[in-house]
């Protein structure tokens, strides 16, 4: 029961890199997000996706990019990292419906430094 | 759009102490309410959860009750241990916005 699956767990790069979290899951959730968790700031959504095909922006989009052309996989691009998006990312599943949000399903997190 | 306050910390409590952590939110319609708990190094679990209004959620020792009049859902215990230490999130899920909207967090360090 893999469950919300992310990697890496760990990775430093310098300003001006680009690089791809990736996040999969294997309970057929229709809905997935990304989160970053900064202290004192509690988790804010980056983008989110209701279902293949289907993305949107969440609280703070800018500097990062995703798309979900599979049920399973919603990685997270960032197009070019800048130290302000120094954070731990989480991704996070869960079926639709009202009560979606009790089944909410996180993945382990991303520590990414940018130098 | 929805939102969610929560009681600022750090909280340090002795062995058996009562806790409370206070979360208000702003919402439309009529959102369900859940309290999270990410101990060091993982990611969020499910505490506890209640979706309408005079629900009371409850696990592990933990409650809190949805209060529709004061838009409020405060997590209690009433004796607490070294191993709840953790950060609590209060969260909201809006059918509307399809998404949850998470406090602050609060992180709380129970001493022996």
């Known amino acids: 029961n893999a469950g919300v699956t992310q990697t890496p767990k760990f990775q430093v790069l310098k300003t001006g890199q680009s690089m791809t979290l990736q996040c999969a899951q294997d309970m057929n959730h229709e809905y997935m997000s990304w989160y970053r968790q900064d202290p004192g700031m509690g988790l804010r959504l980056i983008h989110y996706?209701?279902?293949?095909?289907?993305?949107d922006q969440g609280e703070v989009p800018n500097g990062y990019n995703v798309s979900r052309s599979t049920t399973e996989d919603f990685p997270l691009r960032l197009l070019s990292a800048a130290p302000s998006q120094t954070s731990v990312y989480f991704c996070?599943?869960?079926?639709?419906?009202?009560?979606?949000?009790?089944?909410?399903?996180f993945g382990s997190g991303t520590q990414l430094s940018v130098l | 759009g929805d939102s969610v306050t929560q009681m600022e910390g750090p909280v340090t409590l002795s062995e058996e102490a009562f806790l409370t952590i206070n979360c208000t939110y702003t919402a439309t319609g009529y959102p369900s309410l859940f309290w999270y708990v990410q101990y060091p190094g993982e990611g969020l679990q499910l505490l506890l959860k209640a979706t309408k209004a005079d629900d009371k959620g409850s696990n592990k020792g933990f409650e809190a009750t949805y209060r529709k009049e004061t838009t409020s859902f405060h997590l209690e215990k009433g004796s607490v241990q070294v191993s709840d230490s953790a950060v609590y999130f209060c969260a909201l899920y809006s059918g509307s916005a399809r998404q949850l909207t998470f406090g602050s967090g609060t992180q709380l360090t129970v001493l022996p």
């Open positions: 996706s209701v279902g293949a095909g289907i993305t």
């Open positions: 996070a599943s869960f079926p639709a419906g009202r009560q979606g949000g009790e089944k909410l399903f």
